[in-house]
């Protein structure tokens, strides 16, 4: 805790939304008081835009962004149809999209918006420079709205919440005047930074140099192409940053796995990963934001991951964090368990001691002298289905018939195959009075059950040795 006390400034109406004359503290966060039921609460109470309808459809687009988002393209399809693609601009084109896209990913999603890293001087500013050049707005504003969108995530306060389609994450949320403000996230540690200050303040003219300027200069000037920098390397290379930006939105909510775990939109995909410059295991991601990877292997494609740790062998950034292994393989196992639960619930079980009549043994006995039943382990087998179908003959199962066949069963004629007990505990009707098995002996549990997935309010249900009596006669 530091003892200096926090600055207290004029609300400049760009730290905080509230009133212009409040004197507002820098230090304190912007959420530090809000109420607990803060996401209920505003969603309940604020009042959003109504649906964009047909009628006056135009005054509900944000018209700035229609024209970056629609003129881009276009003028760089018109552009390329009447400029030849050289090879040395189409290999500098696809490398400033390296640049400027890893400005958003290392620079301002996992730098600035999440942390994951310490960034030098000029690393920051290469960054932010570069960011500057996939023109999606500056630092501040971006990452404000993407800490919205980790805390409020599938909810009306993440901006581009993945509940209202592939086609408003990706795009329309942009292009749309947004239906209400994105819930409220602090960026007062961003506020402070002098790099993110200044690109915030020279914001436009840095876009427009390093979107467009940059990218027709350095072909003009190294082999006399300017005209062909501009379109290809300008236009069109912009045009697909911001498409793959985008896809992070959109697709890495949309396609592929859930490894982690599944309460949220957020999938991991290799198709996605290839389109955003590693930014694809995204369930990774949003269970582990502060994390400088999105993929933990080594094989999976993450250059961003990469550059991070490059950047760090030269030097230029350090404190990379990494989750601990141990809690990052704890999400993993939940999610199998789940999947194997629900294989688990699709399988017929056997009844356990809980679900059959006790019986005594001379009910046993009496019983059996109508239908084959076989006493193994404590449980009382009906075999009438199964006789013809032994692999050992059905002479061994007619011997046992009325009688205690487990030594014979477990290896005293022959030792059955899991496959064997499994089957047969599914042939239960009835456990012998004062045999009653339970869940300590193996015998008793067939080899399918013995790691079972139970839920925690579940454990210690199974095998119980409450099983109920009705007394006798309930093997008819
Ligand atoms: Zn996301
Ligand atoms: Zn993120």
């Known amino acids: 805790m530091s003892s200096v006390p926090p600055k207290v400034t004029r609300d400049s109406g760009m730290l905080f939304m509230g009133s212009k004359s409040r004197p507002v503290v820098e230090d304190t966060p912007i959420d530090l008081n809000i109420p607990d039921n803060y996401v209920a609460h505003t969603l309940k109470t604020q009042k959003a835009l109504p649906p964009v309808t047909w009628d006056h459809w135009w005054r509900e687009l944000n018209w700035l962004n229609v024209a970056i988002l629609s003129l881009t393209p276009l003028l760089g399809a018109v552009g390329a149809f009447y400029t030849k693609l050289r090879w ?203 994390d400088y990877r999105n993929a933990i292997r080594w094989y999976q494609y993450d250059p961003t991951k990469w550059v991070i740790w490059a950047c760090q062998q030269i030097g230029l950034a350090s404190h990379l964090k990494v989750f601990p292994d141990n809690e990052v393989r704890k999400g993993q196992l939940t999610m199998q368990l789940k999947r194997l639960r629900q294989t688990q619930e699709k399988l017929a079980w056997p009844s356990d001691s809980n679900d059959l009549p006790i019986v005594s043994w001379d009910t046993f006995q009496e019983q059996a002298q109508k239908r084959p039943l076989i006493l193994v382990a404590g449980f009382i087998h009906d075999v009438s289905d199964f006789t013809e179908e032994h692999p050992g003959g059905a002479h061994l199962l007619i011997k046992m018939i009325g009688k205690d066949a487990t030594t014979a069963f477990f290896g005293g004629v022959y030792d059955h195959s899991n496959a064997a007990h499994n089957l047969l505990a599914m042939k239960r009707v009835g456990v012998l009075d004062g045999g009653h098995p339970h869940g300590t002996d193996e015998k008793s549990v067939p080899p399918s059950q013995r790691l079972k997935i139970a839920r925690y309010n579940e454990i210690g249900s199974a095998y119980s040795s409450a099983a109920y009596s009705d007394g006798e006669g309930l093997l008819n």
Request: glycine share 8%; with cysteine.
């Open 88 to 290: 040395e601009t189409c290999l500098f084109a696809i490398a400033y999209y390296y640049v400027t896209g890893l400005g958003i990913t290392a620079g301002y999603h996992r730098l600035w918006a999440h942390r994951s890293y310490n960034a030098s001087k000029p690393l920051q500013y290469i960054l932010a420079a570069a960011g500057a050049g996939a023109v999606q707005g500056s630092i501040k504003w971006w990452s404000r709205g993407h800490r919205a969108h980790h805390r409020y995530t599938d909810t009306d306060l993440d901006p581009y919440n993945a509940h209202k389609g592939l086609l408003w994450s990706h795009i329309g949320w942009m292009i749309v005047k947004p239906r209400r403000k994105p819930g409220v996230a602090d960026v007062s540690d961003l506020t402070k930074n002098p790099v993110v200050r200044w690109q915030h303040r020279y914001y436009i003219p840095l876009m427009l140099f390093m979107a467009l300027v940059l990218p027709t200069i350095v072909p003009w000037l190294c082999w006399g192409d300017a005209r062909g920098g501009y379109v290809y390397a300008g236009l069109l290379r912009l045009c697909f940053v911001h498409h793959s930006t985008f896809c992070v939105n959109s697709l890495a909510h949309w396609l592929g796995e859930t490894p982690f775990d599944d309460k949220h939109t957020p999938r991991d995909h290799v198709l996605t990963a290839l389109v955003t410059i590693g930014e694809g295991y995204h369930n990774f991601h949003h269970q582990f934001p502060m």
